[in-house]
């Protein structure tokens, strides 16, 4: 329903429908939460037979004993098929643990109290700045405000982040040391990185010289559809490598609370790591590591794992689309992204309509995440961002929980037309 087509009194008598309609489903007393993007028991399922490799010998084919202590930065069996999966080279890649967020903050604290590659560490600065393209990963943000890092706002299009404005603040000003970029399947939009704005980012000129962009390609085997995009690989392009810290997981590949972590960087970035990493542990889980060596093997076996995990994916995302389209498409207050993978999407509502459609969404039984939160410190002040993560709800839930988003946002949507004031409760 296109609203702008309405009279006042059509408006208000569609107000009052969805009213209604809303008043009917909270009598249906939904308990859905669809704010994280996890995984269902039956994708984890797929990688049971991984529990069962570690038996008998411990010993790998180069003579290492895994059980013991020693090989800080990763088994070279586990980085080989990381770098068969990323098409990086293995001397580049250094395993961490069960968590890529983990690594990350390790990598970011690491600037903060070391420096980055010998220059002033961050702590000792007047100010660090980071580029924090929106909507974003709230827990990217998390990390920076709790090391008092001041961000800047970017918006995101379906192309990647507004290269224009990146290209001019970082050439202007040394105090801006970095960058997050979720280059594949964004979260939350879902968007790839168009191969343009990746050259850009490659080439850029940086007042700062130990300016790093944190390349967290959380999802770059996340394909749920055949013609999923691809993402140009930063480091096939031999320029500018020590620019980038890419960031690794199989959290969403083989088991969220056991899976394992890398980073994936230039010698000289990574011999600056591995130093402080020396520091800091002896050792992460071998024997998970080896056994991840095993279980996922190459490429080609990675590829067939998560074509299983789309099985399962492809249909949840179809629902929300189709759904999205057969309310909206005709209404000009509500947009929505069209991932091909990954975990997410994103709902643009009409200015100041996010935070009732949420507030309104919990009190019917549906959680999503907090308005705001795709945004630094939870400044959206459009408040219109609204992230979507159908992944862990059945087919039967996620129906019923679209239902309830649907009316919420035609509530709230229609609220601000009919008043142009502060929305009124239900």
Sequence with gaps: MNYNQLSKKQLDQALSAARKKYNALLKEKLNLDLSRGKPTSEMLDLSMPMLDILTGDFTSPKGYDYRNYGIPDGIPELKEVIADVLDVEPDNVMVGGTSSLNLIYDVVTRAYCFGVCGATPWCKLPKVRFI??????????????????????????????????VEDLVANDQSIKGMFCVPRFSNPSGIVYSDSVVD???????LATD????????????????????????????????RFYMFFSTS??????????????SDKNLQSQRKLLGIQTINYDKLSQYA????????????????????FMRPKFDLVLSTLKKRFED????????????????VTTAPHC???????????????????CTHPLHQDDMDSSIRLAPSFASLEELEEGLEVLCCSLEIATLERRCSGEKNSNV
């Excluded at 850009?200 to 940086?206: E, P």
């Excluded at 969403?252 to 960087?265: P, V």
């Excluded at 209404?331 to 994103?346: A, L």
């Design 132 to 165: 924090c393209p929106v909507p974003g990963y709230d827990r990217h943000f998390a990390i920076l405000e709790q090391f008092g890092i001041e961000m800047i706002a970017v918006p995101m299009d379906d192309n990647g982040p507004d290269m224009d404005m």
């Design 200 to 206: 850009r980012l490659i080439n850029m000129k940086t």
């Design 211 to 242: 300016f790093r962009i944190f390349w967290d390609n959380a999802y770059c085997v996340h394909s749920w559809y055949p013609d999923a995009p691809k993402l140009k690989n930063v480091f096939k392009q031999n320029v500018n490598l020590d």
């Design 252 to 265: 969403k590949i083989t088991f969220c609370s056991g899976g394992i972590s890398a980073l994936i960087a």
């Design 292 to 311: 991840h060596a095993m279980f996922l093997r190459n490429a080609d076996n990675v590829k067939a794992h998560m074509a299983k995990h789309a099985e």
């Design 331 to 346: 209404n000009p207050d509500v947009k929505w992204t069209q991932p091909k993978g990954g975990y997410f999407f994103t």
């Design 354 to 372: 996010a935070r009732r459609t949420i507030e309104l969404c919990r009190k019917a039984g549906l959680k999503l995440t907090d308005a705001g």
